[in-house]
């Protein structure tokens, strides 16, 4: 089964940056990545969507994270990052990578873990 790890998440005073990781391994041969992206969860509040690469290089932010938040991948495409600059405590949350792709006729989604984002004011 594909993994997905994330790892960067932390404590920052607003305005401060924060880079995220987010490795997937164990892929097998059939499986075909179109994309990874990051998603942000507050407690008490729905899952949203930060921004997105897909494996042909379209990316898509949040408004609320345009100009501040950067995605980027490395040479495989098994490997994402979120540069985030400027955090404000609005950004407080846990961040879930997620792959997404498909493999035998079918569509499928992994996700990370999670990794915490905390910004004091």
């Known amino acids: 089964q594909v993994q997905v790890v994330e790892s960067g998440g932390g404590l920052v005073q607003a305005g401060g940056s924060l880079r995220l990781s987010c490795t997937a391994s164990r892929i097998p041969f059939i499986f075909n990545i179109d994309s990874m992206g990051w998603y942000r969860q507050a407690p008490g509040q729905q899952r949203e969507l930060v921004t997105a690469?897909?494996?042909?290089?379209?990316?898509t932010y949040a408004d609320s994270v345009k100009g501040r938040f950067t995605i980027s991948r490395d040479n495989a495409k098994t490997t994402v990052y979120l540069q985030m600059n400027s955090l404000k405590p609005e950004d407080t949350a846990v961040y879930y990578c997620?792959?997404?792709?498909?493999?035998?006729?079918?569509?499928?989604?992994?996700w990370g873990q999670g990794t915490q984002v905390t910004v004091s004011s």
């Open positions: 997620k792959v997404e792709g498909s493999a035998r006729g079918g569509k499928w989604d992994y």
């Open positions: 690469i897909t494996t042909g290089g379209t990316i």
